[in-house]
C-alpha cells in the first residue's frame, strides 16, 4: 500500500509513546487518523498535532483530519463506538495499528490477589482488545472490499521470555503468534503484520533498570521502529510478517525462512494432489543415452560427446536408479570439462576419462537395489552429483534428495537455489537492515540471492546487463537495479551508496570483483560463489593477482569468504525443504528462461547459450520429447482437474500449448493430451446430459486440435 494523502488510519495508544509517533508520522504523509486513547487531555494535543501536519497535503476540507475518541480499548461498547465514529468522518478504514498496552500493575511472583486489577487487566489489554480492534478492523476492510493493513504491536518480550513480568510476555506472545495466524486475509488484500521492538524510549520504558537496556544494546530510536512500521504497510509481499526490532541488529524478521521451514508441512490438499505422481512407473529400457567427457577442455562441446551406455537389472545394492527429466545447466560444467574440479596433475586427471557430465536433474526413481529405505519407485527425487546430462543416474541412495515434483524450478532450487540459501546464511552471516549487492542477478543463482535477502529485511542492490534482466529483477523486489549496459555500476555504487555495501554476493569475477571490493563498507563481507567471466576464454580458467587485497581488508576489517557448495552437503535437504516451501506458499519466485533445450544433444547448445550472457533465469535442459510418455502428464492432469474443474483445465491445456508454439517447441505431447481430454470430455457429455452447452464446444475443439 502506497502512502498517500487522503488515506484514514486508526490508531489505539495514539495520545503517548509509539501511538503519538506513527499518528504524527502518518499525518506527514496527509493521511487523517483517528486517535484513539483513554487520557482526553494527551489524546486532543496528539490530534491537534496531526491536524496541523494535514494542513501542509489539505485545505478547506468539509470534515476534521484528525478526530480524538475516547475510549478503554478494554470495553468493547466504546471499541466499538470509536469505530462506529471514525467510520462516520471518514467513511473507510485503509490502515490500523493497534498500540495500546499496559505493564502488569502488579507482578505476578508478588500478586496475592484474583487478578482483577492485576494480570487479568494485562490480559485484557494487551491481547484480548487487539483481537477485538484486529476483528472489527478486518469486518470494515472486507466489507468495503478494498485493500487494508494492519498493525498490532507486539514486543521483544513476545519473542523471548520476560522473567520479570511473564504475564506481559505472555500477552505479547500471544499478539505475535495470532497476527501471524491472519496470513490468510492477504488473499482478501488485508495485511496484518506485527511489530516487535525492544526498548524505545517511552514511559513504559523508564521504568527499567537502564543499565539492563545499556546492556541489551540501548535504546531503539523511534525513527527506526517508523522506518519499520512504514515497511509493513508498503511492501506488499509482507503479510503475517514479524519485524523484530532492536538497538544491536536492526531490523529483522522472525523467524527467519530456515528457522520456519523446521516447523512447517505441505497443505494436505498439496500433498493429495502430489501424490498421484508417485505412483508412475518408469519403463527401464536396456540402454541409454549420456553426455561424457573424453577429452579436457574448457570447450565443452568439444570435451564431450553423446554415448549410449547399458542398463542392466537389478540395480547394485543402496543404489537408486533414477530416470531424469530436467537437469540444471551451470557455468561451471565448463569447469569440469577441462578437468579444474579434479585435484592432481593433467596428465593424472587424463587417466581418469571419461567423466559423466551433468550436475543436477530432477525426475522420477525407476528401481532401488536391495537395502533402500524409504525411497520407493516412483517417487519424485533430485540429484546433485555428476552424470545428470543422461536420460537415466544410477547413484548411492544417500544422495537422492526427496522432493515434491520432479520440476524445472525444483531444478533451479538446487545447485543456484542451494548455493544462494547456504552461502549467505553461512558464508555472509547475512542480517536484517543491511545492504546487499548481488552481481549478475537475474541468472540462475542470482535471482534466489536477490529475494532471499529481500525476505531477510534487507535492501538489495543488483546488477545486470539487459532490459529484460532489469524488468525480472525489479519484479523480484530489487530496490536498485544496475544495468550496466545502461549505467556505470562503478559510478551508481559510488554515488548512492558512498558508505558502501554490507554484503557482496560475487559471481562474475576479474574486474567486477575489484569494483565490488572497493564498494564494500566496513565490517562488510564478500561471499565469492563463483567468477564466470574467467572460464571461458582462449585458456580457460586462470589464476589471477589481487594486488593489494590483503591490504584492503585489513584497512576496514573486512571479509571475503570463498563458497563452494559441495562443502556443504549435509545442509542440502534442510535449505531445499526450505526453499521449496517458500515457493509453495508464494514468498519466492522462480525463474526458468524461456529458451527450449531438449534431449542429450542439446546439452553443449545449452552451455554456450548460458556462457553466452543472454539467458534470463535458470538454463534448463528436458528429456520430455523423446522420453516421458502421455501417462505421467495424464497424473498432473488429473491434479489440475481435482483442483481446479474442467472449464478451467480446459484453460490451463490449450494455453500450454499455445505457450509451446510461442516459444517453438514440440508440443505434440501437449496437443495429445488436449485431444485427449477433448474427446474424454465429448464422451461424458453425452452420459451426463450436457451436451448442448460443453459437448458441442469440445467436439469443435477436437476437430480443430485433433
Same mark, same amino acid.
Given at each position: 500500500?502506497?502512502?498517500?494523502?487522503?488515506?484514514?488510519?486508526?490508531?489505539?495508544?495514539?495520545?503517548?509513546?509509539? /501511538?503519538?509517533?506513527?499518528?504524527?508520522?502518518?499525518?506527514?504523509?496527509?493521511?487523517?487518523?483517528?486517535?484513539?486513547?483513554?487520557?482526553?487531555?494527551?489524546?486532543?494535543?496528539?490530534?491537534?498535532?496531526?491536524?496541523?501536519?494535514?494542513?501542509?497535503?489539505?485545505?478547506?476540507?468539509?470534515?476534521?483530519?484528525?478526530?480524538?475518541?475516547?475510549? &478503554?480499548?478494554?470495553?468493547?461498547?466504546?471499541?466499538?463506538?470509536?469505530?462506529?465514529?471514525?467510520?462516520?468522518?471518514?467513511?473507510?478504514?485503509?490502515?490500523?495499528?493497534?498500540?495500546?498496552?499496559?505493564?502488569?500493575?502488579?507482578?505476578?511472583?508478588?500478586?496475592? %490477589?484474583?487478578?482483577?486489577?492485576?494480570?487479568?487487566?494485562?490480559?485484557?489489554?494487551?491481547?484480548?482488545?487487539?483481537? &477485538?480492534?484486529?476483528?472489527?478492523?478486518?469486518? #470494515?476492510?472486507?466489507?468495503?472490499?478494498?485493500?487494508?493493513?494492519?498493525?498490532?504491536?507486539?514486543?521483544?518480550?513476545?519473542?523471548?521470555?520476560?522473567?520479570?513480568?511473564?504475564?506481559?510476555?505472555? @500477552?505479547?506472545?500471544?499478539?505475535?503468534?495470532? @497476527? $501471524?495466524?491472519?496470513?490468510?486475509?492477504?488473499?482478501?488484500?488485508?495485511?496484518?503484520? =506485527?511489530?516487535?521492538?525492544?526498548?524505545?524510549? %517511552?514511559?513504559?520504558?523508564?521504568?527499567? +533498570?537502564?543499565?539492563?537496556?545499556? $546492556?541489551?544494546?540501548?535504546?531503539?530510536?523511534?525513527?527506526?521502529?517508523?522506518?519499520?512500521?512504514?515497511?509493513?504497510? @508498503?511492501?506488499?509481499?509482507?503479510? /503475517?510478517?514479524?519485524?523484530?526490532?532492536?538497538?544491536?541488529?536492526?531490523?529483522?524478521?522472525?523467524?527467519?525462512?530456515?528457522?520456519?521451514?523446521?516447523?512447517?508441512?505441505?497443505?494436505?490438499?498439496?500433498?493429495?494432489?502430489?501424490?498421484?505422481?508417485?505412483?508412475?512407473?518408469?519403463?527401464?529400457?536396456?540402454?541409454?543415452?549420456?553426455?561424457?567427457?573424453?577429452?579436457?577442455?574448457?570447450?565443452?562441446?568439444?570435451?564431450?560427446?553423446?554415448?549410449?551406455?547399458?542398463?542392466?537389472?537389478?540395480?547394485?545394492?543402496?543404489?537408486?536408479?533414477?530416470?531424469?527429466?530436467?537437469?540444471?545447466?551451470?557455468?561451471?560444467?565448463?569447469?569440469?570439462?577441462?578437468?579444474?574440479?579434479?585435484?592432481?596433475?593433467?596428465?593424472?586427471?587424463?587417466?581418469?576419462?571419461?567423466?559423466?557430465?551433468?550436475?543436477?536433474?530432477?525426475?522420477?526413481?525407476?528401481?532401488?537395489?536391495?537395502?533402500?529405505?524409504?525411497?520407493?519407485?516412483?517417487?519424485?527425487?533430485?540429484?546433485?552429483?555428476?552424470?545428470?546430462?543422461?536420460?537415466?543416474?544410477?547413484?548411492?541412495?544417500?544422495?537422492?534428495?526427496? =522432493?515434491?515434483?520432479?520440476?524445472?524450478?525444483?531444478?533451479?532450487?538446487?545447485?543456484?537455489?542451494?548455493?544462494?540459501?547456504?552461502?549467505?546464511?553461512?558464508?555472509?552471516?547475512?542480517?536484517?537492515?543491511? %545492504?546487499?549487492?548481488?552481481?549478475?542477478?537475474?541468472? /540462475?543463482?542470482?535471482?534466489?540471492?536477490?529475494?532471499?535477502?529481500?525476505?531477510?529485511?534487507?535492501?538489495?542492490?543488483?546488477?545486470?546487463?539487459?532490459?529484460?534482466?532489469?524488468?525480472?529483477?525489479?519484479?523480484?523486489?530489487?530496490?536498485?537495479? #544496475? +544495468?550496466?549496459?545502461?549505467?556505470?555500476?562503478?559510478?551508481?555504487?559510488?554515488?548512492?551508496?558512498?558508505?558502501?555495501?554490507?554484503? =557482496?554476493?560475487?559471481?562474475? /569475477?576479474?574486474?567486477?570483483? +575489484?569494483?565490488?571490493? !572497493?564498494?564494500?563498507?566496513?565490517?562488510?563481507?564478500?561471499?565469492?560463489?563463483?567468477?564466470?567471466?574467467?572460464?571461458?576464454?582462449?585458456?580457460?580458467?586462470?589464476?589471477? !593477482?589481487? %594486488?593489494?587485497?590483503?591490504?584492503?581488508?585489513?584497512?576496514?576489517?573486512? @571479509?571475503?569468504?570463498?563458497?563452494?557448495?559441495?562443502?556443504?552437503?549435509?545442509?542440502?535437504?534442510?535449505?531445499?525443504?526450505?526453499?521449496?516451501?517458500?515457493?509453495?506458499?508464494?514468498?519466492?519466485?522462480?525463474?526458468?528462461?524461456?529458451?527450449?533445450?531438449?534431449?542429450?544433444?542439446?546439452?553443449?547448445?545449452?552451455?554456450?547459450?548460458?556462457?553466452?550472457?543472454?539467458?534470463?533465469?535458470?538454463?534448463?535442459?528436458?528429456?520430455?520429447?523423446? &522420453?516421458?510418455?502421455?501417462?505421467?502428464?495424464?497424473?498432473?492432469?488429473?491434479?489440475?482437474?481435482?483442483?481446479?474443474?474442467?472449464?478451467?483445465?480446459?484453460?490451463?491445456?490449450?494455453?500450454?500449448?499455445?505457450?509451446?508454439?510461442?516459444?517453438?517447441?514440440?508440443?505434440?505431447?501437449?496437443?495429445?493430451?488436449?485431444?485427449?481430454?477433448?474427446?474424454?470430455?465429448?464422451?461424458?457429455?453425452?452420459?451426463?446430459?450436457?451436451?448442448?452447452?460443453?459437448?458441442?464446444?469440445?467436439?469443435?475443439?477436437?476437430? =480443430?486440435?485433433?
Amino acid at each position: 500500500m502506497e502512502l498517500k494523502s487522503g488515506l484514514s488510519a486508526f490508531i489505539t495508544g495514539a495520545a503517548s509513546g509509539i /501511538g503519538r509517533a506513527l499518528s504524527i508520522a502518518l499525518a506527514q504523509k496527509g493521511i487523517f487518523v483517528t486517535v484513539v486513547d483513554f487520557s482526553e487531555e494527551r489524546g486532543k494535543e496528539v490530534a491537534l498535532l496531526v491536524q496541523k501536519e494535514n494542513l501542509k497535503f489539505h485545505s478547506g476540507l468539509k470534515f476534521p483530519s484528525a478526530i480524538f475518541v475516547k475510549c &478503554d480499548v478494554s470495553n468493547k461498547g466504546e471499541v466499538a463506538a470509536a469505530f462506529e465514529k471514525h467510520m462516520e468522518v471518514y467513511g473507510g478504514l485503509d490502515i490500523c495499528i493497534n498500540c495500546a498496552g499496559i505493564t502488569t500493575p502488579i507482578l505476578f511472583h508478588m500478586d496475592k %490477589t484474583d487478578g482483577s486489577n492485576s494480570w487479568r487487566q494485562a490480559i485484557d489489554v494487551n491481547l484480548v482488545a487487539v483481537v &477485538d480492534c484486529t476483528h472489527r478492523a478486518i469486518k #470494515i476492510m472486507e466489507a468495503a472490499k478494498k485493500p487494508g493493513v494492519i498493525i498490532n504491536l507486539g514486543s521483544a518480550a513476545g519473542l523471548y521470555p520476560n522473567i520479570a513480568d511473564p504475564i506481559y510476555s505472555a @500477552t505479547k506472545g500471544g499478539v505475535v503468534m495470532f @497476527t $501471524r495466524s491472519l496470513i490468510p486475509y492477504k488473499k482478501k488484500g488485508i495485511r496484518a503484520n =506485527v511489530l516487535c521492538p525492544e526498548f524505545i524510549r %517511552t514511559e513504559m520504558a523508564e521504568k527499567v +533498570d537502564f543499565q539492563f537496556i545499556e $546492556r541489551m544494546g540501548g535504546y531503539v530510536s523511534m525513527e527506526t521502529l517508523i522506518q519499520g512500521a512504514f515497511e509493513l504497510i @508498503t511492501d506488499e509481499s509482507k503479510a /503475517g510478517s514479524c519485524l523484530w526490532i532492536t538497538k544491536r541488529r536492526g531490523l529483522e524478521y522472525w523467524p527467519t525462512p530456515t528457522e520456519e521451514a523446521k516447523y512447517l508441512v505441505a497443505p494436505s490438499g498439496l500433498k493429495k494432489r502430489f501424490s498421484s505422481v508417485m505412483n508412475y512407473n518408469v519403463q527401464i529400457p536396456q540402454s541409454f543415452e549420456k553426455v561424457i567427457v573424453h577429452t579436457l577442455s574448457h570447450n565443452f562441446r568439444s570435451a564431450t560427446s553423446i554415448v549410449r551406455a547399458p542398463l542392466k537389472l537389478p540395480i547394485k545394492p543402496d543404489h537408486v536408479l533414477l530416470k531424469i527429466i530436467y537437469a540444471g545447466v551451470n557455468a561451471s560444467d565448463v569447469n569440469f570439462s577441462s578437468g579444474s574440479y579434479f585435484s592432481g596433475s593433467k596428465q593424472e586427471i587424463s587417466s581418469r576419462l571419461p567423466f559423466d557430465a551433468g550436475f543436477e536433474g530432477v525426475g522420477l526413481i525407476a528401481a532401488v537395489g536391495d537395502g533402500v529405505k524409504n525411497l520407493k519407485v516412483g517417487t519424485p527425487a533430485a540429484i546433485m552429483t555428476f552424470g545428470a546430462y543422461a536420460e537415466f543416474a544410477m547413484v548411492p541412495s544417500k544422495h537422492i534428495l526427496p =522432493v515434491a515434483r520432479p520440476d524445472p524450478e525444483v531444478v533451479a532450487m538446487l545447485t543456484s537455489g542451494l548455493t544462494a540459501s547456504i552461502s549467505l546464511e553461512k558464508a555472509a552471516q547475512m542480517e536484517t537492515g543491511k %545492504t546487499v549487492l548481488v552481481t549478475a542477478a537475474a541468472g /540462475g543463482t542470482g535471482q534466489f540471492a536477490v529475494q532471499l535477502a529481500k525476505l531477510a529485511g534487507n535492501k538489495v542492490v543488483a546488477t545486470c546487463g539487459g532490459k529484460d534482466k532489469a524488468i525480472l529483477l525489479k519484479d523480484l523486489g530489487v530496490d536498485r537495479v #544496475i +544495468d550496466y549496459k545502461e549505467e556505470s555500476i562503478k559510478n551508481v555504487l559510488k554515488k548512492e551508496f558512498p558508505k558502501g555495501v554490507d554484503i =557482496v554476493y560475487e559471481s562474475v /569475477g576479474g574486474d567486477m570483483f +575489484d569494483l565490488c571490493l !572497493n564498494a564494500l563498507a566496513v565490517y562488510g563481507r564478500m561471499v565469492v560463489i563463483g567468477m564466470i567471466s574467467q572460464y571461458q576464454g582462449e585458456h580457460g580458467w586462470k589464476p589471477r !593477482n589481487y %594486488t593489494g587485497l590483503c591490504e584492503k581488508l585489513l584497512a576496514k576489517s573486512q @571479509t571475503v569468504a570463498g563458497f563452494f557448495l559441495v562443502q556443504y552437503a549435509h545442509l542440502w535437504q534442510q535449505h531445499l525443504d526450505s526453499l521449496v516451501h517458500l515457493f509453495t506458499v508464494g514468498k519466492l519466485k522462480v525463474a526458468i528462461d524461456p529458451k527450449s533445450f531438449v534431449g542429450v544433444q542439446s546439452v553443449p547448445s545449452a552451455v554456450e547459450y548460458l556462457h553466452s550472457g543472454k539467458s534470463v533465469g535458470k538454463v534448463v535442459k528436458t528429456w520430455l520429447k523423446q &522420453d516421458i510418455n502421455t501417462r505421467l502428464f495424464t497424473y498432473w492432469i488429473s491434479d489440475a482437474y481435482q483442483a481446479t474443474g474442467c472449464y478451467n483445465l480446459l484453460c490451463l491445456m490449450t494455453i500450454i500449448c499455445i505457450r509451446d508454439m510461442y516459444y517453438n517447441v514440440d508440443n505434440s505431447y501437449s496437443l495429445n493430451i488436449l485431444v485427449y481430454f477433448l474427446y474424454s470430455v465429448k464422451m461424458v457429455s453425452y452420459l451426463y446430459g450436457w451436451y448442448a452447452p460443453c459437448g458441442m464446444f469440445c467436439y469443435g475443439m477436437f476437430i =480443430v486440435v485433433g
